[in-house]
């Protein structure tokens, strides 16, 4: 799972600069949500870094205000 994150961190290049503490927080929520997926049953590697992305972009833009989310 490490290495997923890691290779996610990688390709995301965020809007703004993250110092340490800012990166090992992110590193943690990914991880946090990566683990909720895995539990729930979805263990395909790259399907959980396309995942992954898609949280890293939530978290950092905001919502798509396309979608409700239901």
Known sequence: MNEI???VLHTYKPTRELDADG???????????????????QNDPE???????????ELHEGRDPRFTGC
């Open 23 to 41: 990166m090992a927080q992110i590193r943690a929520k990914v991880a946090q949500y990566m683990e909720k997926l895995a539990s729930a049953g």
């Open 5 to 7: 994150v890691d290779r």
């Open 47 to 57: 399907r959980l870094a396309v995942y992954a992305r898609a949280y890293l972009k």
